[in-house]
């Protein structure tokens, strides 16, 4: 068999088990991301793999060496986003509410970099005719919007996430850490053993951090 086809088949398989074993640790979140960088990381993961495949000049060990350090790369990111919301807050980014209770928050367009053209026609696609029938607007860290029409539900809001207390979404439903922390007590709760923890319609519902499910 010709060398160049011996190479490619040995590329391919190191290829094969080096994402295998990637997919497997990252979770079935790394087939759908949701995140800019969970995105993009996949694409450039692809890249580094497919590349050097009909590429003779570009070793096997140099494929592993530089496919194996992004993965470890990316997955060392998701690791450090789940465990802190810092961390995700810095990789991902935050929420950026764009219309309040029917009021357009001009101010935030500017951090969401979101121009007022895009914004009515991601609206648009989505069938919404006017800003009229409007409530609620965000603009998601993935580039997604989340729309509530006026007369629909609240949507609830995370105010603690693994143990750890979001304040800017506390702030947001008009309650502080003293309040959080009266309705904690109430249901018995303690902070580092809660896993999430939402507001809806002014209540607290939490969920403990369940370690030994099977």
């Given at each position: 068999m010709n060398p160049i086809y011996i190479n490619i088949i040995f590329k391919m398989l190191v290829a094969f088990c080096i994402l295998l074993v990637y997919i497997n640790l990252s979770g079935k979140g790394s087939l759908a991301p949701i995140s800019a960088i969970d995105q993009v990381g996949n694409v450039v993961l692809g890249a580094i793999i497919g590349g050097p495949l009909y590429n003779p000049s570009i070793s096997i060990t140099l494929l592993m060496s530089a496919s194996i350090f992004w993965a470890g790369l990316l997955l060392l990111v998701r690791y450090a986003t789940f465990k802190r919301n810092i961390a995700k807050d810095f990789?991902?980014?935050?929420?950026?509410?764009l219309m309040k209770n029917g009021i357009v928050q001009s101010q935030n367009f500017r951090k969401a970099k979101l121009s007022i053209r895009?914004?009515?026609?991601?609206?648009?696609?989505?069938?919404?005719?006017?800003?009229?029938?409007?409530s609620d607007v965000w603009f998601e860290y993935n580039g997604q919007m989340t729309v509530v029409k006026k007369g629909d539900p609240a949507?609830?809001?995370?105010?603690i996430e693994n143990g750890v207390i979001n304040y800017p979404s506390l702030e947001a439903v008009g309650h502080d850490e003293e309040w959080l922390e009266k309705e904690?007590?109430?249901?018995?709760?303690?902070?580092?053993?809660?896993?999430?923890?939402?507001?809806?319609e002014q209540k607290l519902w939490v969920y403990p951090d369940v370690k030994n499910a099977s």
């Open positions: 990789v991902d980014g935050t929420s950026i509410r895009d914004f009515i026609m991601l609206l648009h696609q989505r069938g919404y005719p006017s800003l009229e029938v409007l949507m609830a809001v995370v105010v904690l007590n109430r249901l018995g709760q303690k902070l580092d053993e809660v896993f999430l923890a939402e507001v809806h």
